[in-house]
């Protein structure tokens, strides 16, 4: 089983800027994508950024132009840059990497999470 563990949050004032990082335990294989999703306290997740295998990206339009994703395959490592922080960025903050693995000569889709590192924004 392959473990994702967040790390950079804490708490910045607004305007302010983090950068997250979640290093996997071992070499994924099969990478679909890999991603940042955040809850905030009462409210749904929602997903914040994703970055495909061929390297492309997607945002949520409350982080587009703000927050970039980035990855590092050889450290196994995926980043989200986030500037222009916003109170309403608060949120605990989960990576994840959507693989598919080889089952009977079938791909199967399969996700693994990270267990969240927390953002504050707060003058």
């Known amino acids: 089983q392959v473990q994702l563990v967040e790390s950079g949050g804490g708490l910045v004032q607004p305007g302010g800027a983090l950068r997250l990082s979640c290093a996997a335990s071992?070499?994924?294989?099969?990478?679909?994508?890999r991603g940042w999703d955040r809850q905030a306290p009462g409210k749904q997740r929602e997903l914040v950024a994703a970055?495909?295998?061929?390297?492309?990206?997607n945002y949520s339009d409350s982080v587009k132009g703000r927050f970039t994703i980035s990855r590092d395959n050889a450290k196994n490592t995926v980043y989200l840059q986030m500037n222009s922080l916003k109170p309403e960025d608060t949120a605990v903050y989960y990576c994840?990497?959507?693989?598919?693995?080889?089952?009977?000569?079938?791909?199967?889709?399969?996700?693994?999470w990270g267990k969240g590192t927390l953002v504050t924004v707060s003058s």
């Open positions: 071992r070499s994924i294989f099969s990478i679909d994508a």
């Open positions: 994840n990497a959507d693989v598919r693995i080889w089952k009977g000569g079938t791909y199967f889709p399969y996700s693994y």
């Open positions: 970055i495909a295998s061929g390297g492309s990206t």
